[in-house]
């Protein structure tokens, strides 16, 4: 598979090590970056979401496009100037690169993005959630919602679009696992709130691999769960990751009330419950190297 891929936020936990997979593949690689500085191997073009500004030559190049931009959901506390953050940094960017492929001469046959399982809402308790599902209607379902519609637009243009709806990410580079981690290496981790709240995760490799099937299978479109196929409760993980670093968990489970006071309205994405299903991908053809939690652990913390 040799292309011309063109990545936002490429130099995010998720951007970097797709770029190190499509380099692997003979693919070239671009970052649209608010950052001037060089990655290896990777061309740079400025753009600016919130100012509206993109060097059209990078749109000009590409081949494909894979949008991964977007404030960190779980990086700060959800004021009111950081949940606005959060949605601009979405909807303003996939906005841009509509008006840019509208406008620009270009050879973008597939335009894939990241969306989030978010979409279905906080806490849908026991309820297995496919890609009918209906949405929810708290602040990250509005938010997916509200990003989703932004890209939509692209498949009028006639180019293949694919959302990938991502879970939990698990990486050893950073995001969910390093934090819940963290307390457990100390001798201080413990579930969250009841516990028995469904975690729906997937590995970065499986993610990224998930992301190059999608590019180099045409017949995939539309929006697809990006999940692993065993979703684990909270104390599930939670004990999985001790197990793994060979860690005692001597605490009883963190209180909800603790959790909201300690991180305010953010507590709702750890506190609720989403079982998500991955059978739509799976149908499609990819098959997971991690499907099962405990091996994805052993990968990335043994």
């Not at 990655?39 to 749109?59: F, H, N, Q, T």
């Not at 599902?133 to 602040?139: L, R, T, V």
């Amino acid at each position: 598979m040799s292309q011309k891929v063109l990545i936002t936020g490429g130099t995010g936990l998720i951007g970097s090590r797709l770029t190190e997979m499509l380099l692997e593949k003979g693919c070239e690689v671009a970052y649209l970056s608010r950052r001037a500085s060089e990655a290896r191997g990777v061309k740079m073009y400025p753009w600016d979401p919130a100012k509206g500004s993109l060097a059209e030559e990078a749109i000009r190049g590409a081949d494909s496009i894979i949008h991964l931009a977007g404030a960190g959901v779980a990086d700060e506390r959800w004021t009111a100037g950081r949940k606005k953050e959060i949605l601009e940094s979405r909807t303003q960017s996939s906005r841009l690169l509509y008006e840019a492929l509208q406008r620009t001469p270009h050879r973008v046959k597939t335009f894939l993005s990241a969306s989030a399982i978010g979409m279905y809402g906080a806490d849908r308790g026991e309820e297995l959630l496919t890609e009918t599902s209906p949405a929810g209607d708290d602040f990250l379902a509005e938010v997916t919602k509200a990003w989703e519609g932004a890209v939509q637009p692209v498949a009028g243009l006639g180019i293949r679009t694919v959302l990938l709806r991502i879970g939990i990410v698990l990486s050893e580079k950073g995001g969910a696992l390093a934090k819940m981690a963290q307390p457990v290496r100390l001798g201080a981790g413990a579930p969250l709130g009841s516990g028995k709240q469904w975690v729906s995760w997937i590995h970065v490799d499986d993610l990224c691999r998930m992301f190059l099937y999608a590019l180099e299978n045409p017949e995939v479109q539309g929006a697809y769960n990006a999940v692993a196929p065993e979703p684990a409760t909270n104390e599930a993980l939670t004990k999985g990751i001790a197990e793994v670093l060979g860690k005692p968990l001597f605490l009883p489970n963190v209180p909800a009330f603790a959790l909201k006071l300690a991180i305010g309205e953010m507590a709702v994405s750890v506190l609720g419950s989403a079982k998500v299903s991955s059978q739509k991908i799976t149908r499609a053809g990819f098959t997971y190297q991690y499907p099962g939690l405990n091996p994805a652990l052993r990968h990335l913390l043994g």
